[in-house]
C-alpha cells in the first residue's frame, strides 16, 4: 500500500510539530506494511528527492509565500506524477496551495484529510478562499481530528461531521534519542536544571508574550526554546521586563532537546489561540514523565494536559493563573511528581506511536475496499 503525504514543508528545511507529525504517521504506518511519500515546498530543492529517516520526500521550488501559505509555480507536474504512484493521498490541512494542486490534478484517488487546525489569523484572506476550502474538504474521503476537543469546538469540522474521524497524534518513543547522564550532566552546567521549558516554533499563538509577564518579579527559571518570527520581539520584551531568569536557547539538536527535558521541571504551553490545536511538545514531555500547565483553547492541548491530573489548565491571556500554576508545582514536589506520572501513563495509553499508526493504517485499508 502506498501513501502520499502532502503538507507545505518538511525537514531539514523548517522544524515544527506538523513535521513531526508527519515523519511519526510515516514511520508507524511503515510498521504496518504501508509505503510512504512526501510531497512539499523547499526553498532550495537541490536535489529534488531527498531521503530523510527513511522516507523519500519529494521537494518543489517554494516561489513566494501568501498569509502563510507557500506557492509554486512548477510543483503541478511533480504532485501529478506521486498521486498517479499513490493508492492514498493524505493531506495535512491547512495548507490553501495543496486545494489548489488537488483540483487542477483532478485526483481521483481516495483522498484523507487531517484537520490540524482552523484558520484563525487571517481572516480577510479567509473570506476569498472560503468557496475554495469548502469544495476540497468536501471532495475528501474522511476528514480527521487530531483530539475529540477539537472535532467538538471546530465549526468547520461539524460542517461535515458525518465524515469525521479522530486519530490522535501519537509519538513512538524508540525514534527519540536517549540522552546520556553525560550529555545530562554538560547540559546541567550550561543552563541548570528543575527549569520550566518551552520547545517550539516561536510563532504569534504561541502565547509566550504571556510567559513572559508571568515571571516577572520572581525567581521562576524559564528556558525557550526554538526560533521563529516573533524571537527577537520576545527578547526585546525579556529585556524590557528585566528578566534575568529566562533562557532563550535558539534550535537546539534533538538530543539536546531530550536533555533538557529530563532536567525540566515541567513543561510549559502558554498558547492562547485556536491556532494551536494540539501541541507535540506537550506529547514529547508526557512521554517522559513531565507535568504540564498549558491553556484552555477549547483544542487538543487539553486533550493531551488533563486538569489537575497531568498538569494545570489555565485561562489564556491571565499571567497571574499561569504565575500561580508555576509557583504550585514548585511549591509541592509531591503534586509535582504525581502529575509527571499520570502524564506518562495517559501517554502510553492514548498517544503512542504504534496507537496512531494502527489508526491510519485501518483508515487506509477501508479505504482502498471501498475503492
Known amino acids: 500500500m502506498r ?26 504506518t511503515e510498521k504496518e506494511g504501508v509505503e510512504s511519500r512526501i510531497f512539499c515546498l523547499s526553498p532550495k530543492p537541490n536535489p529534488v528527492i531527498i531521503d530523510y529517516d527513511g522516507i523519500k ?7 513566494l509565500e501568501i498569509a502563510s501559505c507557500g506557492i509554486s509555480f512548477s510543483a503541478l507536474s511533480l504532485f501529478k506524477e506521486l498521486v498517479e504512484w499513490a493508492d492514498v493521498v493524505h493531506y495535512q490541512f491547512p495548507w490553501p496551495f495543496a486545494d489548489v494542486l488537488h483540483l487542477l490534478a ?36 474522511v476528514l480527521i481530528a487530531t483530539s475529540p476537543n ?13 465524515k469525521v474521524e479522530v486519530i490522535p497524534i501519537g509519538l513512538d518513543e524508540k525514534s527519540y534519542p536517549v540522552a546520556t547522564k553525560a550529555e ?10 528543575k527549569f520550566f521549558l518551552f520547545i517550539g516554533v516561536l510563532r504569534y499563538y504561541k502565547g509566550l508574550h504571556i510567559l513572559l509577564e508571568a515571571v516577572k518579579n520572581t525567581n521562576l527559571p524559564v528556558i ?27 534550535r537546539v539538536s534533538n538530543q539536546d532537546k531530550a536533555a533538557l527535558i529530563a532536567l525540566s521541571l515541567a513543561i510549559v504551553f502558554p498558547s492562547h489561540l485556536r491556532s494551536e490545536a494540539f501541541g507535540v511538545t506537550l506529547l514529547e514531555g508526557a512521554m517522559q514523565g513531565k507535568p504540564m500547565i498549558s491553556c484552555e483553547l477549547g483544542t487538543g492541548t487539553s486533550f ?10 489555565v485561562p489564556p491571556l491571565n499571567p497571574e493563573k499561569f504565575r500561580e500554576a508555576m509557583e504550585k508545582l514548585v511549591a509541592d514536589s509531591k503534586q509535582t511528581a504525581a502529575f509527571g506520572k499520570a502524564a506518562r501513563l495517559r501517554y502510553q495509553n492514548l498517544f503512542t506511536g504504534a496507537k496512531m499508526g494502527a489508526g491510519y493504517t485501518a483508515l487506509y485499508r477501508k479505504l482502498l475496499s471501498k475503492k
Do not use: W
Open 150 to 162: 477539537y472535532a467538538r469546538t471546530s465549526t468547520v469540522l461539524q460542517r461535515y461531521e458525518n
Open 57 to 63: 520526500v519529494y521537494r518543489a521550488k517554494s516561489h
Open 3 to 28: 501513501v502520499l503525504h502532502v503538507y507545505r514543508t518538511f525537514f531539514p528545511d523548517t522544524q515544527g510539530g506538523l513535521e513531526e507529525v508527519v515523519r511519526q504517521i510515516c514511520k508507524n
Open 304 to 313: 493531551v494536559n488533563k486538569d489537575q491530573e497531568t498538569g494545570f489548565v
Open 224 to 250: 525557550i526554546v526554538g526560533s521563529g518570527a516573533e524571537e527577537q520581539k520576545l527578547k526585546n520584551k525579556a529585556e524590557e521586563l528585566g528578566l534575568k531568569n529566562v533562557q532563550f536557547l535558539g
Open 106 to 141: 483532478r485526483v481521483r484517488k481516495p483522498t484523507i484529510l487531517t484537520y490540524q487546525s482552523d484558520i484563525v489569523r487571517q481572516q480577510g484572506v479567509l473570506r476569498f478562499y472560503r468557496p475554495l476550502k469548502r469544495l476540497f474538504l468536501s471532495q475528501m474521503n
Open 184 to 193: 545530562i550532566e554538560a547540559m546541567r552546567q550550561q543552563v541548570g536544571d
